[in-house]
């Protein structure tokens, strides 16, 4: 079984910053991929940041310059830190891994982390 702890969501002002962390436990042959996705109320969850273990990362346009995602391959940790956030960055936050465990690879998600911006 694997597990992915979330910590570091909170409320911030316009323009502030925050640390989202993420770690993966249990039952990991590897970890392919992980990222972090976001859902405002009412709509879909949207990509965020990814990152591949060769650090190849992926940015929605929206955080772009603003957002970086970085991992401890070795803590099974990954990172998403937040710039010049905006009052539409408020959201619940997921982190999201592609693991093989065992010999089945498929998808992980954490339990959600909420970030607030007030403008």
């Known amino acids: 079984q694997v597990q992915l702890a979330e910590s570091g969501g909170g409320s911030v002002q316009s323009g502030g910053s925050l640390r989202l962390s993420c770690t993966a436990s249990?039952?990991?042959?590897?970890?392919?991929?992980m990222g972090w996705y976001r859902q405002l109320p009412g709509q879909q969850r949207e990509l965020v940041a990814t990152?591949?273990?060769?650090?190849?990362?992926e940015y929605a346009d929206s955080v772009k310059g603003r957002f970086s995602i970085s991992r401890d391959n070795i803590k099974n940790t990954v990172y998403l830190q937040m710039n010049s956030l905006k009052p539409e960055d408020t959201a619940v936050y997921y982190c999201w891994s592609y693991i093989l465990s065992g010999l089945v690879q498929r998808p992980y998600w954490g339990q959600g982390t909420q970030v607030t911006v007030s403008s």
């Open positions: 990152s591949t273990s060769d650090q190849i990362t």
């Open positions: 249990g039952s990991i042959a590897a970890i392919i991929k």
